[in-house]
């Protein structure tokens, strides 16, 4: 079981920056693939980024690669997504997940356990 919980969202103008941090608590979270994903409004849930279990490999989604940058830190039990160059389409309540499997994927599918949330609205 792994049990996660986000925090660092906010409102920020465009052009900002916001850091999330996701802190998990679980026997099994230096062994998982960790993922942001992200859903606004009306619209589906997103994938955003993934990093493996030992945070030598991410992926990122077009809209957001260059401006954002996931990483981890296993000894404090925790994944972090720097989100640079913000845009108002951006907002939107960002989640953390962990998957059952020590590797990254962009698929909602994969990931077994999920935060809450946190709330990114990025003004004009």
């Known amino acids: 079981q792994v049990q996660l919980v986000e925090s660092g969202g906010g409102l920020v103008q465009a052009g900002g920056s916001l850091t999330l941090s996701c802190a998990a608590s679980?026997?099994?979270?230096?062994?998982?693939?960790l993922g942001w994903f992200r859903q606004a409004p009306g619209k589906e849930r997103e994938f955003v980024a993934g990093?493996?279990?030992?945070?030598?490999?991410?992926i990122y989604a077009e809209s957001v690669k260059g401006r954002f940058t996931i990483s981890r830190d296993n000894p404090k039990n925790t994944v972090i997504l720097q989100m640079n160059s913000l845009k108002p389409e951006d907002t939107a309540l960002y989640y953390c997940a962990a998957k059952g499997t020590p590797f990254f994927s962009a698929r909602e599918s994969s990931y077994d356990y999920w935060g809450q949330g946190t709330q990114v609205t990025v003004s004009s």
């Open positions: 679980g026997r099994t979270f230096n062994w998982s693939g």
């Open positions: 990093i493996t279990w030992s945070g030598g490999n991410a």
